[in-house]
């Protein structure tokens, strides 16, 4: 039997991550099949374990369920622990479920591949929700100078950096609390949705520095437009949703796909 992988989300028709892996299963001669699955929004965990019982041997999973997939897994890799979410599933020999997130570890690679130097870097994110906690780990990882997390919601960044204070220099609070300037700036709130700007200093970027949007589209969202306008290198977040493919098609497989030409792929896509 065909070893069986998916995506889990609801909805999850938008999904990109079926052609990316099979992009992946072409490029290495991996033979997977690769489907997209809505689950219940009541009952995550029997629709994880109906696709084992079908020969499912592992699955990506994204909104809304990282947190109920973190919470079925019996084991958990240590950036995981630190999200309190899971992306990646693998079942492992023993039928036990093995849970990893390598959104993190997606958007360290796309910055370090685009040239963009994070260690000794003084960093802002921008959030402070699901998104941005499932980043702290591999981020201060790479040994910034320090790492700034800004919120609407103040008292949430401040918390959230409490939880990463023994990885590196990290603080947290409102938007207000932004003193620039810095090399590194990642947007992770969904603001850009809505086509909300976070209010941020005229002063936010360094000389050469690098903004960057985990959102990506057709056009650049609001914040990286105003990123241009202030002189930021800018990149979205599409090679961070290729690169944490790859992380989790390795995870399975054991190969690394050249990551490259499904970015163009999807960049084309998209237009
Ligand atoms: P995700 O899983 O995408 O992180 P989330 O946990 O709901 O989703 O978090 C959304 C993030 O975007 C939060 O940091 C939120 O700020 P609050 O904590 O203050 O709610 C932020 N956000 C959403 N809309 C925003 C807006 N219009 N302006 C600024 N921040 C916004």
């Not at 479920?97 to 260690?119: F, S």
Request: charged residues 25%; contains cysteine.
């Amino acid at each position: 039997m065909i070893d069986r992988y998916c995506v889990f989300g609801h909805p999850v028709a938008h999904s990109r991550s079926p052609i990316i892996h099979a992009a992946f299963a072409e490029q290495t001669g991996e033979a997977i099949d690769y489907t997209a699955i809505e689950a219940p929004l009541d009952d995550f965990a029997g629709a994880w374990r109906a696709f084992v019982a079908e020969g499912g041997r592992g699955a990506n999973v994204t909104v809304p369920f990282k947190e109920e997939a973190f919470r079925l897994c019996d084991t958990l890799s240590r950036r995981a622990q630190r999200a309190r979410a899971v992306n990646t599933l693998i079942l492992g020999g023993n039928g036990e479920t093995y849970g990893d997130t390598t959104d993190g570890v997606g958007l360290v690679r796309d910055l370090v591949d685009h040239g963009v130097a994070l260690e000794g870097a003084r960093i802002l994110v921008l959030g402070a929700g699901g998104a941005v906690r499932g980043v702290l780990e591999p981020l201060l990882a790479t040994r910034p100078a320090s790492l700034f997390v800004a919120n609407r919601t103040a008292e949430k960044a401040a918390e959230l950096a409490e939880d990463f204070t023994d990885l590196g220099d990290i603080a947290g609070g409102g938007f207000d609390a932004v003193a620039g300037p810095f090399d590194v700036v990642i947007n992770g709130t969904s603001a850009s949705l809505a086509g909300d700007l976070p209010p941020l200093p005229e002063d936010l970027f360094a000389a050469g520095a690098t903004a960057y949007d985990m959102m990506y589209g057709a056009e650049p969202t609001v914040f990286l437009q105003w990123a241009a306008e202030r002189g930021a290198r800018c990149r979205d977040g599409l090679g961070m949703l290729v690169e944490q493919a790859a992380e989790s098609f390795f995870q399975w497989r054991g190969k690394r796909p050249d990551t490259a030409p499904v970015r163009e792929l999807l960049r084309r896509s998209l237009s």
